[in-house]
């Protein structure tokens, strides 16, 4: 069964949405986004992926407070990313309740030190991020492009020693109007080793059900949720123990 992973996205320490990674479509949904952690614990989710905007332009972190407040008052497992791109970033966020950390810009501007995160921290704890935008990575809060070709990229970082992925098609990302269906099969096809969390476009239940029926591992859904699209009581059917 699918893994069910709701988002929280976080400026100026408020939980928000973008779309197309366009930081001039913010909109907010809440003030406290404890408020909406405990919501997403009350219904039975396990898991939070949480990404601090204002880092990833930064390039380090920023809201660790909330991610420390968001792990000590609830139980659920959080990935984190944004802004994680030194040494000390990594440590701040593992010290404020992280249970994994997500490796995206990092792996283009200093691959080797992503690396030794991996090798001192394990593949649990160190999840490869991979933005995309016409199937070529995107960084710095999807701000920048590279010249990596996405699938070379995730073969070459599978070799490396990495067993999980958040793939992110940017066109999608907030849009409503469904995930990249054939960008994560042609993942599954060619890397299917790797734990593939799908996100971006999620708009309804019939979007999961898909992705849950080509064998994906994982999907992160936020506006849809935000936006009454997809209600949490209907998420149960997808909920099973980690």
Not at 35 to 47: C, N, P, S, T, W
């Amino acid at each position: 069964m699918i893994r069910i992973i709701p988002a929280i996205d976080i400026i100026d320490g408020n939980c928000v949405r973008l779309s197309e990674g366009d930081f001039d479509t913010k909109k907010v949904y809440y003030k406290d986004p404890l408020d909406v952690a405990r919501m997403f614990e009350d219904h039975g989710l396990k898991f939070l992926h949480m990404v601090d905007l204002d880092g990833a332009r930064q390039k380090k972190i920023v809201n660790y407070r909330v991610l420390e407040r968001i792990a000590g008052s609830t139980s659920l497992s959080i990935d984190f990313g944004g802004g994680v791109q030194s040494d000390e970033d990594i440590h701040i966020a593992f010290n404020s309740g992280a249970r994994a950390v997500t490796a995206g810009s990092v792996m283009v501007k200093n691959e080797q030190m992503a690396l030794d995160w991996l090798e001192a921290f394990g593949s649990e704890k160190i999840i490869l991020g991979a933005d995309v935008r016409d199937r070529t990575i995107a960084i710095s809060g999807w701000q920048e492009k590279s010249d990596l070709q996405l699938l070379p990229f995730l073969e070459k970082q599978q070799k490396h020693g990495f067993k999980s992925v958040i793939c992110t098609d940017v066109s999608k990302d907030g849009m409503l109007k469904g995930p990249a269906i054939d960008l994560y099969k042609e993942i599954k096809d060619n890397v299917p080793e790797m734990f593939l969390i799908a996100s971006g476009g999620i708009s309804k239940l019939d979007d999961i059900e898909q992705l849950n029926d080509l064998s994906i591992d994982g999907v992160i859904i936020g506006k849809a949720i935000y936006e009454g699209k997809i209600e949490l009581k209907d998420l149960q059917s997808f909920l099973t123990t980690p």
